[in-house]
Nanobody, 125 residues
């Protein structure tokens, strides 16, 4: 079993930045792809981005590409999401996830086996 715990969410002004962290326990993450998703009220869960097992390749959803950056430090068993130029459209609960069946990043939520409890990001004008 893997436990994922997100942190770093909060209130930020539009145009500002925020960094989310996701710390894993129960298993080393170094062999697995990981991802970030978000869900706003009344909307479906949306792919934010994913990263391969060693951190050499990442892919992003269209709405965040160029503003968000995913990284990982396997030695710390931690995944990060650096968010820049935030807008009200980025307000959501952000979830990290782990795909225990693949080393390579994927965008489908159904591919991920473990999920954190989520952290709220609120952007105000």
């Amino acid at each position: 079993q893997v436990q994922l715990v997100e942190s770093g969410g909060g209130l930020v002004q539009a145009g500002g930045s925020l960094r989310l962290s996701c710390t894993a326990s129960g298993r080393t993450i170094s062999n697995y792809a990981m991802g970030w998703f978000r869900q706003a009220p009344g909307k479906e869960r949306e792919f934010v981005g994913s990263i391969n097992y060693e951190g050499s390749h990442a892919q992003y959803g269209a709405s965040v590409k160029g503003r968000f950056t995913i990284s990982r430090v396997n030695a710390k068993n931690t995944l990060y999401l650096q968010m820049e130029r935030l807008t009200s459209e980025d307000k959501a609960v952000y979830y990290c996830s782990l795909d225990e069946d693949s080393r390579w990043s994927t965008y489908g939520a159904g591919n991920y086996d473990y999920w954190g409890q989520g952290t709220q990001v609120t952007v105000f004008s």
